[in-house]
């Protein structure tokens, strides 16, 4: 089973630990040493489930890490400790916890929790792309309306019937999973699966048998035959995220099933055949990869087919008030809870730049969310989670901060709203083309 597990516990030495068992099952594993630190990480590596030790620096109080809980988000929390308090572990699933295992952890349980929490994430996570998928179309599911997304999307639409390989590129956060997402649901396999596989998540001894499937007695602990994910794609779309990190063994492997649609199951005599489109993403530069050797050239020149790129949320500021009105109206209908921003809070949101992209403010607004108690999120609500960077929006020294965001709003809806041409934009906004080219430069918008 693969997945993005993040570990908080402050013994470092344990961490390691946990860290590889976590690994050698195919998880994608970080860590960090207190809530402080879980948050951030959290900003850009999108964990699918949280094992959490209760005692954190620096209050090193269960209760207060307990409270937090909320701020990391709508996915499981495995809460582990030194003490096994019946009371404490009552207190913890009250609060949210999804289990508790108590220290010293066993490998074996904690792989059995693991598996069953994350099984019930991937389930919650597909409900409720159906259910926003069966409310709309697949593109919704991409929010934007600049110019740079409407071309992403356009290219989508003509893209996504035929069966040519994809490469999506973009820095990570961008969408690059679900502009994928988005040509399998408007493809003519849109009935078929859509097999998503963690290049760089699964490690490299066990990505053969993850892909190919394995006969009974291939290796030790091979008991039954089991199906790899190419035949699980079979009839539908495989998608490689993170292609940019296969191994170069793999690779090889990869391009002779993609060149002949053939296929030995590890430790099997017997070819399969399958029919799967390849969709593949990654955020690094494969040229120079190809370049300094270490990825194939003849495999980047087949998966390429057709490159589409998921632009940087700092390359289409103009997105940031659908998005954050897109990804709150979508947080509010899962948790069946209305909630809308304070003009300051959303000020904040405006204001600041996301370097972990779209993925950095989703998980930013659901945390705040999730603490925020009355029907609005307040600037005091996002001053719990970030406090220094709450309070300068908050004092007067931050009036260049704040004008700062204000221009960059409405500049963005200017240009938004006259299809991102700037020579309409300025005249709605009463300035010359030159003053807002100015503008446009001084903010880093004119990319
Ligand atoms: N344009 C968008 N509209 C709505 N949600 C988006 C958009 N782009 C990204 N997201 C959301 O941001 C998160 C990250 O998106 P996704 O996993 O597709 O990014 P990625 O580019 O594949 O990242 P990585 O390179 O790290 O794998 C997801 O929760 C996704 O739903």
Redesign the pocket.
């Known amino acids: 089973m693969s997945g993005r597990i993040l570990l908080v516990d402050d013994e470092i030495a344990f961490c390691e630990l946990a860290s590889d068992w976590l690994s050698d099952d195919g998880y994608q594993v970080q860590s960090a040493h207190s809530l402080a630190g879980a948050q951030q990480c959290l900003a850009d590596f ?1 964990a699918d489930l949280i094992l959490l030790d209760l005692a954190l620096p620096p209050q090193m109080d269960p209760n207060h890490t307990l409270a937090a809980l909320p701020s990391l988000g709508d996915r499981p929390v495995i809460i582990l400790t030194g003490h096994a308090e019946r009371q404490l572990a009552l207190t913890a699933m009250a609060a949210g916890a999804w289990d508790f295992l108590a220290k010293p952890v066993d490998p074996d349980m904690l792989a059995v929790v693991i598996r069953r929490a994350l099984t019930k994430q991937n389930l919650t996570r597909e409900l409720s792309r159906l259910k926003d998928s069966a409310s709309s179309g697949p593109l919704d ?4 309306s600049g110019p740079a ?1 409407n071309t992403l999307k356009a290219l989508i639409h003509r893209i996504a019937p035929t069966d040519v390989p994809v490469l999506v590129t ?1 820095p ?7 502009v994928s997402r988005a040509l399998h649901q408007l493809s003519r396999r849109a009935q078929g699966p859509f097999v998503s596989v963690h290049c760089g998540a699964i490690p490299a001894e066990l990505l053969e048998s993850e892909l190919f499937g394995y006969k009974k007695g291939a290796f030790t602990g091979a008991d039954r035959d089991r199906p790899g994910l190419l035949a699980m794609a079979d009839g539908g779309t495989l998608f490689l ?2 292609i940019g990190d296969m191994p170069l063994s793999m690779q090889v492997k990869l391009l002779r099933v993609l060149q002949e649609g053939t296929f030995y199951p590890v430790g099997g005599r017997e070819q399969q055949r399958i029919d799967v489109r390849v969709l593949s ?1 990654t ?1 690094a530069d494969l040229p120079s990869r190809v370049a300094e050797g270490r990825f194939r050239e003849d495999l980047y020149y087949r998966i390429k087919g057709v490159n589409l790129q ?1 632009p940087a949320l700092a390359d289409r500021p103009e997105d940031l008030p659908l ?1 954050c009105e ?2 709150l109206g979508a947080w509010c209908r899962r948790q069946g809870r209305p909630l809308r921003l304070s003009a300051a809070a959303r000020q904040w949101f405006l204001g600041k730049p996301w370097p972990g ?3 950095e403010l ?1 998980n930013t607004l659901e945390s705040v969310a999730a603490i925020a108690q009355g029907q609005q999120i307040e600037l005091d609500d996002i001053a719990l989670l970030y406090p220094t960077q709450a309070q300068a929006a908050a004092t007067g020294d931050s009036l260049d901060e704040q004008v700062r965001a204000l221009e960059i709003r409405l500049i963005s809806q200017a240009l938004s709203a006259q299809g991102g041409n700037r020579s309409a934009a300025a005249r709605q906004l009463g300035l010359s083309r030159q003053g807002l080219l100015k503008k446009l430069e001084r903010y880093g918008l004119d990319a």
Request: net charge negative.
């Open positions: 999108d599911a991409l929010v934007g997304m973009g990570s956060g961008t969408g690059k999973e679900v995220d993170e993403a955020n998921t998005l897109a990804l992209n779209v993925r989703k």
